[in-house]
Nanobody, 130 residues
């Protein structure tokens, strides 16, 4: 059974930082990718950052580019999302998802909100106060 578990959310003031973690277990192969998504109340789910476990390729949505950094610790099967210069509009539930497929598929999935993702975590709340 594949499990995806997020952690690290919380309350932070605008301008602050948080690091989210996504621990994945249960895969019998290494050829999968991880994406971070978020969903704010009343808004559609947004794919914000993705990483390929194969070659470290990354994807960022314009809304988080230059502020968020995704990284992977493959031996630990954990992906991190370092979030800096947080803004109130970053407030959302953040989800991690595992995706199986080509990198092109991953980017398309990220841009379309993640419906094609294979495995999802339960989400972690991030709240940025002004």
């Amino acid at each position: 059974e594949v499990l995806v578990v997020e952690s690290g959310g919380g309350l932070v003031q605008a301008g602050g930082s948080l690091r989210l973690s996504c621990a994945v277990s249960g895969f019998t192969f290494d050829d999968y990718h991880i994406g971070w998504f978020r969903q704010a109340p009343g808004k559609e789910r947004e794919g914000i950052a993705g990483i390929s476990r194969n070659d470290g390729s990354t994807y960022y949505a314009d809304s988080v580019k230059e502020r968020f950094t995704i990284s992977s610790d493959n031996p630990k099967n954990t992906v991190y999302l370092q979030m800096n210069s947080l803004k109130p509009e970053d407030t959302a539930v953040y989800y991690c998802a595992a995706m199986i497929g080509t990198w092109r598929f991953v980017i398309a999935t990220m841009q379309e909100g993640g419906d094609e993702s294979d495995y999802w975590g339960q989400g972690t709340q991030v709240t940025v106060s002004s």
